[in-house]
């Protein structure tokens, strides 16, 4: 197992002299299995980034434990076997990239050839051999993205924890992002990772954990957790005439100059299709719709916030 | 420990970098007119003048630079989240907390070291030569530089668990009081009251004694520094600052880092 917690619940105080306190974790119990890519689901303020900081140490557990490879989280030796990208992470800006991991693996006791190794490799790793050596304060939010991915894995950890690693990044990072993280999997390595952008997950993840409001709603592969029953195709296609065998259809989909977006039930396909081929409408593709893990989610979401209002009504 | 000093040096690139080294550029500048002005102003004394300047001027820079970049050592980087990447690799808190502290003495110890050799050869310059009293001068700068570690380490703990602008109150507040503790010991002669008169003294061995690091007079009269006062002055520094260190760590490794 590459990472277990036990009951883990995490307490804010607030407040005047901080008497008050707001659960923001309670009672997370789960594993993540040893080399396998682990999505951490959930809206803003769910607990994700809470968890994430309770198993790195820079917060400690009001109840509760967990373990990463067998190691109890308040031991430092743990340390040296994970890596970690905080979420939209800052570093001193006074420092090239180069020379911030080269504090970085000064802190891993690397020696000198090693760092200088595996900085040009990290660099070029996360497509910044060419910026190496611009201060940090001169890059972009996607930039510095992409360095605090680099120091997460300078130092070749078994286990990589990344908070929102996709954020801030555009397009080609946030494939180069995915790249990396399907590298180090392939490597043996397992990754856990924070996201609400429920595509990636479901593109990379073995399994995925949900939580909402501090709490695990489920756990399972994304396929899993969904219900795999289709609900209906979808069929894209071209149409520039004007059969009239087609119209009936075209009011029902939806269009983007040429192209039309039709829904329709699986038993009406064939008949679909039929009318459009007549119609000498080209046909793009087909695709069946089937619930995604992002309907599961809201699903979750909006059921602990009517369980939510309940209890505020029943309380006042 | 090995930790601590990687941060050491990092801190100390930081503050190169910031460009606090600067300061030496105003300290040269302010030397060199005294050096010009002096023989004019001062006849026969100036070489008093020229060191009661010039350690004036080391402390009070040293002070600044160890009040005002220390009350930011921790809060900075818990402010801009610096730590949140260099804590989730083997690094105890007390290891970073210590690199810090070393990386402002370090600091200050090569701008202190710059200054000093300023001094002297302004002090060369005025006497056309060095005698053996003016290690004295060299005795009163090591004792501003274990001042201004004392000082560093108090700013650091503030820098734990407040803002610095109240970090700046606290430590300059405990740097002035540390100036009377002679006084507060003979506050007995004063009052009549007992229960007053336990709370100063109490006060006076609870405070830093920063009068003990006072020898301008006999360094700028040449008088040679007893031998004894110097080896009380580093025992006290060392204690007091591992003392503060030690509470420093005890609140840090408690603070969650939100």
Excluded at chain 2, 153 to 177: K, N, Q, R, W
Aim: net charge positive.
């Amino acid at each position: 197992m590459a990472i277990e917690t036990e009951n883990l619940t995490k307490d804010y105080p607030f407040g005047f002299l901080n008497l008050k306190t707001k659960r923001s974790l309670e009672g997370l119990s789960m594993q993540v299995e040893t080399g396998e890519i682990f999505g951490f689901l959930g809206p803003n303020g769910a607990g994700k980034s809470t968890t994430i900081k309770l198993l790195v140490g820079l917060i400690f557990p009001t109840s509760g434990g967990a373990h990463i490879l067998g190691k109890p989280i308040s031991d430092i030796e743990m340390h040296q076997n994970i890596g970690y990208l905080p979420e939209q992470p800052y570093f001193y800006d006074y420092l090239t990239a180069a020379e911030l991991l080269d504090y970085f693996a000064r802190i891993h006791n690397l020696t000198a050839a090693d760092r200088r190794d595996r900085i040009a490799r990290m660099l070029k790793k996360v497509g910044l051999e060419t910026a190496g050596k611009i201060q940090l304060r001169k890059y972009s939010k996607g930039m510095l993205q992409r360095v605090g991915l680099a120091q997460a894995i300078l130092h070749d950890p078994q286990v990589v924890i990344l908070d929102e690693p996709m954020s801030g990044l555009d397009p080609i990072g946030r494939r180069e992002v995915r790249d990396i993280i399907l590298e180090l999997k392939r490597e043996g390595r397992t990754v856990m990772f924070s996201t609400h952008v429920l595509s990636d997950a479901e593109m990379l993840c073995d399994r995925v954990g949900v939580i909402v409001g501090g709490k695990l709603r489920g756990v399972g592969a994304p396929d899993e957790i969904v219900e795999m029953k289709a609900q209906g195709m979808e069929i894209l296609f071209e149409y520039t005439g004007s059969g009239a065998s087609a119209i009936a259809l075209l009011s029902k989909a939806t269009r983007a100059g040429n192209r039309y977006r039709l829904q329709v039930a699986e038993e009406e396909l064939y008949g679909a299709l039929e009318q459009l081929r007549s119609a000498e409408a080209k046909i793009l593709s087909v695709t069946q719709l089937k619930p995604t893990l992002e309907e599961y989610f809201m699903h979750l979401v909006d059921g602990s916030r009517a369980q939510a209002a309940a209890v505020e009504v029943s309380g006042k | 420990m090995r930790c601590a000093g990687v941060v050491a040096l990092n801190t100390f690139r930081e503050a190169v970098r910031d460009r606090v080294l600067y300061n030496l550029v105003f300290f040269a500048l302010l030397m060199m007119a005294a050096a010009i002005l002096v023989g004019q102003i001062s006849i026969g004394i100036e070489e008093i003048v020229i060191v009661s300047l010039g350690l004036s001027a080391i402390s009070v820079i040293g002070l600044l630079i160890a009040i005002f970049i220390g009350v930011g050592l921790v809060y900075k980087e818990m402010d801009k989240r610096t730590l949140y990447a260099l804590l989730a690799k083997p690094v105890r808190r007390w290891e970073f907390l210590l690199g810090k502290f070393g990386g402002l003495v370090l600091t200050l110890a090569v701008n202190t070291a710059a200054m000093s050799a300023g001094l002297f050869l302004v002090i060369w310059y005025v006497k056309h030569t060095l005698a053996r009293e003016d290690s004295a001068v060299l005795v009163a700068v090591y004792f501003i530089l274990l001042k201004l570690a004392l000082v560093v380490a108090l700013a650091m703990l503030f820098s734990c668990f407040t803002t610095p602008l109240l970090s700046i109150l606290f430590t300059a507040g405990l740097y002035i009081s540390g100036l009377f503790v002679q006084e507060m010991r003979t506050f007995h002669s004063l009052t009549p009251k007992p229960v007053l008169e336990a709370i100063t003294r109490w006060l006076s061995y609870l405070l830093p004694n920063f009068q003990n690091f006072d020898v301008m007079g006999s360094a700028v009269h040449g008088r040679a520094i007893p031998a004894a006062l110097i080896l009380e002055n580093t025992i006290y520094t060392v204690v007091y600052c591992a003392i503060v260190l030690l509470t420093a760590a005890a609140v840090f490794s408690r603070r969650n880092l939100k």
